[in-house]
């Protein structure tokens, strides 16, 4: 079965800085493409950052909001993708969870798979 698992999430200063990872699990060959989202109470659920499997490279998007403090990645060895945010503001306060699309060990893509969400809070 194919299973994203996330970590890193927690409390942070304004300021500070938290890594996020996005593992994927079952019987996959690699992951394809995995987005951050984040949701605040009250708000709608928005897209933080994006990053897709390319011939030569990964294709990373991020939202205008974190352009400049936040970074996707991913280690491919590992099949995780992370989220290290940086310069954490108390606006980034949110449950953020990870989407992910992988490639299966029969070579088909397959998807969309979301982990359970992790919580930031920002907060002095």
């Known amino acids: 079965q194919v299973q994203l698992v996330e970590s890193g999430g927690g409390l942070v200063q304004p300021g500070g800085s938290l890594r996020l990872s996005c593992a994927a699990s079952?019987?996959?060959?690699?992951?394809?493409?995995v987005g951050w989202y984040r949701q605040a109470p009250g708000k709608q659920r928005e897209t933080v950052a994006t990053?897709?499997?390319?011939?030569?490279?990964?294709?990373?998007d991020y939202a205008d909001s974190v352009k400049g403090r936040f970074t996707i990645s991913r280690d491919n060895a590992k099949k995780t993708v992370y989220l290290q945010m940086n310069n954490l503001k108390p606006e980034d306060t949110a449950v953020y969870s990870c989407?992910?699309?992988?490639?299966?060990?029969?070579?088909?893509?397959?998807?969309?798979?979301w982990g359970q969400g992790t919580q930031v809070t920002v907060s002095s």
């Open positions: 990053i897709t499997l390319g011939d030569n490279s990964d294709t990373t």
């Open positions: 989407k992910g699309m992988v490639v299966t060990t029969s070579n088909q893509i397959s998807g969309d798979y």
């Open positions: 079952g019987s996959i060959l690699s992951i394809y493409a």
